[in-house]
Nanobody, 124 residues
Framework: QVNLVESGGGLVQAGGSLRLSCAAS????????MAWFRHVPGKEREFVAA????????DYADAVKGRFTISRDNAKNTVYLQMNSLKPEDTAVYYC?????????????????WGQGTQVTVSA
């Protein structure tokens, strides 16, 4: 019932910036908590950042605190991930996720809708 489409990935040099976007459709966007996760082949999917339905509460993985910012524009049904000071270890496929349930926002099991992912590659 919730469709998510990510965009904004690409190849950047270490220290550069990217802004990822996730456009949502289907259910009322403002009712959903939203999050970003990332995955590298051979490693487990990891939490990156999350924001609650109202945009008043957010959470970040320690690895990205101070560098990444999650935000949302409910009028546009879109969530963003601004990524600054990128490092090679940030290279991954980044996935947007949505949850129609309440509770904590930093747990993958909470999210029941996922996008296709967008590749982010950071060169050394």
């Amino acid at each position: 019932q919730v469709n998510l489409v990510e965009s904004g990935g690409g190849l950047v040099q270490a220290g550069g910036s990217l802004r990822l976007s996730c456009a949502a459709s289907g259910r009322t966007f403002s009712s959903n908590d939203m999050a970003w996760f990332r995955h590298v082949p051979g490693k487990e999917r990891e939490f990156v950042a999350a924001i609650n339905w109202s945009g008043r509460v957010s959470d970040y993985a320690d690895a990205v605190k101070g560098r990444f910012t999650i935000s949302r524009d409910n009028a546009k049904n879109t969530v963003y991930l601004q990524m600054n000071s990128l490092k090679p270890e940030d290279t991954a496929v980044y996935y947007c996720a949505a949850s129609t349930s309440g509770g904590g926002i930093g747990y993958a099991t909470k999210y029941n809708y996922w996008g296709q992912g967008t590749q982010v590659t950071v060169s050394a």
